[in-house]
T-cell receptor, first 114, second 114 residues
Framework: GNSVTQMEGPVTLSEEAFLTINCTYT??????LFWYVQYPGEGLQLLLK?????DKGSNKGFEATYRKETTSFHLEKGSVQVSDSAVYFC?????????????FGKGTKLTVNP | DVKVTQSSRYLVKRTGEKVFLECVQD?????MFWYRQDPGLGLRLIYF???????EKGDIPEGYSVSREKKERFSLILESASTNQTSMYLC?????????????FGEGSRLTVL
């Protein structure tokens, strides 16, 4: 079946450190891949997405590349800020063009200290 | 600004009570979803609706029902609340088709069942 595995947290970094949150997936066909972010006290919001192999999604300094050969979609940021403290969810849509029933990872909590 | 609004941010109910969680979206989206979010388990889909009066079970529908009488409103009903339904409940909506996978989430309703 379809599943998403992301690194367990929590992750604690100092401001300006490099961030990687690993995400791997299992899917039949050609899924779309997403990263969502949940800031404290808020709902989830889309951070970035990629719809086909080798696509790179980027937003707010975050990047992730759709790697079909390794079935991965790792989230990276070169220099994190305190305001990046949040929970990050990797997700896939297994049906291109179909219903948007996403499959989510369990989330990784990031804390950035000044 | 597009919005998904959940009627109650915090609720406290007693075991056996009937609980209604309301969600309204102003984006004219066809699809609406109810998830629950629990530590260590991530997001799990309870029910999904792709049109007025249409619904589909998600991964954990037991103990829940839903109602969608109007396009903009999707209600989650706990017929007889139990302590294991203490959780954060998230409503989301999306546009049909396109495979973009972008879900718009509300801020969540934190339910405590005593």
């Amino acid at each position: 079946g379809n599943s998403v595995t992301q690194m367990e947290g929590p992750v604690t970094l100092s401001e300006e450190a490099f961030l990687t949150i690993n995400c791997t997936y299992t899917a039949t066909g050609y899924p779309s891949l997403f990263w969502y972010v949940q800031y404290p006290g808020e709902g989830l919001q889309l951070l970035l997405k990629a719809t086909k192999a080798d696509d790179k999604g980027s937003n707010k300094g975050f990047e992730a590349t759709y790697r079909k050969e390794t079935t991965s979609f790792h989230l990276e940021k070169g220099s994190v800020q305190v305001s990046d403290s949040a929970v990050y969810f990797c997700a896939l849509n297994p049906t291109q063009g179909g219903s948007e029933k996403l499959v989510f990872g369990k989330g990784t909590k990031l804390t950035v200290n000044p | 600004d597009v919005k998904v609004t959940q009627s109650s941010r915090y609720l406290v109910k007693r075991t056996g009570e009937k609980v209604f969680l309301e969600c309204v979206q102003d984006m004219d989206h066809e699809n609406m979803f109810w998830y629950r979010q629990d530590p260590g388990l991530g997001l799990r889909l309870i029910y999904f609706s792709y049109d007025v009066k249409m619904k589909e079970k998600g991964d954990i529908p037991e103990g829940y029902s839903v109602s969608r009488e109007k396009k903009e409103r999707f209600s989650l009903i706990l017929e007889s609340a139990s302590t294991n339904q203490t959780s954060m409940y998230l409503c989301a909506s999306s546009q049909t088709g396109g495979g973009t996978g972008e879900l718009f989430f509300g801020e969540g309703s934190r339910l405590t069942v005593l």
